[in-house]
Antibody
Framework: QVQLVESGGGVVQPGTSLRLSCAAS????????MHWVRQAPGKGLEWVAL????????YYADSVKGRFTISRDNSENTLYLQMNSLRAEDTAVYFC????????????????WGQGTLVTVSS | DIQMTQSPSTLSASVGDRVTITCRAS??????LAWYQQKPGKAPKLLIY???ILQSGVPSRFSGSGSGTEFTLTISSLQPDDFATYYC?????????FGQGTKVEIK
């Protein structure tokens, strides 16, 4: 069965950086696009970024563009999110999620999710 | 970005009730809409995709309909396990967006 396990969250100060990881198993990781979706405390879901199966043409929400970088290592079945210049409004649980469509270059719906990792940006 | 608006924001219902949640898109998204269920402290769970296709393993009391800009999620007979928050999500653009959520509470 598909398993996605996020790690790397924590408490950081505004302006600093953090890298999240998502270890994937149970499916052919290199064949699917992967996303990061976040949820601020008590709030709704916000899509953050997509990386297609082959790592090309990455897409970002306007709220993180230029500060966050999504990447993947298909040899290690791992997804990453490098977060720079963190702000208080980036405080959220960050979920990695698997795109539903094989070898797609555009986003679709998310058919598997990790349990999330909490990032708190506070001075 | 395409804006997704759900109504109501909160819904109070009893076990056995028929429940309907509406999701409206700010522009046509064809049938590129998914519904998710989320319980406190848990990841969202996919219920329906392409507006009306039930994800494998999801009970048949859940159904979805609509196209263009207006969509509905219906629970035909609410069960105790269904008390949760529900989100719609469009995937018609390169920037997927979610509705703000509908919390289904016990009446």
């Amino acid at each position: 069965q598909v398993q996605l396990v996020e790690s790397g969250g924590g408490v950081v100060q505004p302006g600093t950086s953090l890298r999240l990881s998502c270890a994937a198993s149970g499916f052919i990781f290199r064949s699917y696009g992967m996303h990061w979706v976040r949820q601020a405390p008590g709030k709704g879901l916000e899509w953050v970024a997509l990386i297609p199966y082959d790592g090309t043409n990455k897409y970002y929400a306007d709220s993180v563009k230029g500060r966050f970088t999504i990447s993947r290592d298909n040899s290690e079945n791992t997804l990453y999110l490098q977060m720079n210049s963190l702000r208080a409004e980036d405080t959220a649980v960050y979920f990695c999620a698997k795109d539903s469509i094989l070898a797609a270059q555009s986003p679709h719906y998310f058919d598997s999710w990790g349990q999330g990792t909490l990032v708190t940006v506070s001075s | 970005d395409i804006q997704m608006t759900q109504s109501p924001s909160t819904l109070s219902a009893s076990v056995g009730d028929r429940v309907t949640i509406t999701c409206r898109a700010s522009q046509s998204i064809n049938s590129w809409l998914a519904w998710y269920q989320q319980k406190p402290g848990k990841a969202p769970k996919l219920l329906i995709y392409e507006a009306s296709i039930l994800q494998s393993g999801v009970p048949s009391r859940f159904s979805g309909s609509g196209s263009g800009t207006e969509f509905t999620l219906t629970i035909s007979s609410l069960q105790p396990d269904d008390f949760a928050t529900y989100y719609c999500q469009q995937y018609n653009s390169y920037s997927p967006t979610f509705g703000q959520g509908t919390k289904v509470e016990i009446k």
